[in-house]
């Protein structure tokens, strides 16, 4: 059975994007992959998203700066960070921020599933590593 919740991939690698799509879609979600924070800022996809999966820095907006802007316009979209290089201070800003899940790459699948099922489930913010 295929599930109704689309999954946006915000990472400027595309090796990433696409591992990160391909795993979402065999889990039955739709998903939508995007190079940039501003592309996925631009698109029609930005309403009918379910749940964000983002790189954290990235050129141009960073995935924190991503997160802000959309709190800013009133957007509470569960987040979820991955990122290669992790630093405690970025980690403690998205999860206070409401991040649902902040992963240093490489990840595990499985903590990466365990984090969209607490982000489509509603649980509450915990930090996976």
């Not at 959309?70 to 979209?77: F, P, S």
């Not at 800003?93 to 595990?108: N, W």
């Not at 699948?109 to 509450?124: H, M, Q, S, V, Y």
Request: with cysteine; glycine share 6%.
């Amino acid at each position: 059975m295929e599930s109704t919740c689309l999954i946006s991939i915000v990472d400027d690698d595309e090796p990433i994007r696409e591992a990160i799509n391909e795993l979402v879609s065999s889990l039955g979600y739709h998903s939508v992959k995007f190079a940039s924070a501003e592309e996925f800022l631009n698109s029609e996809r930005l309403d009918d998203t379910s749940c964000l999966i983002t790189d954290v820095r990235m050129p141009g907006l960073s995935g924190i700066d991503l997160q802000c802007r959309l709190i800013a316009q009133g957007r509470t979209l569960p987040i979820i960070f991955v990122t290669a290089l992790t630093d405690e201070r970025t980690r403690l800003l998205a999860l206070t921020a409401g991040a649902v899940c902040f992963l240093g790459k490489p990840f595990d699948e499985a903590c990466l599933i365990r984090c969209l099922d607490r982000a489509l489930g509603g649980a509450t913010t915990e930090a996976a590593t």
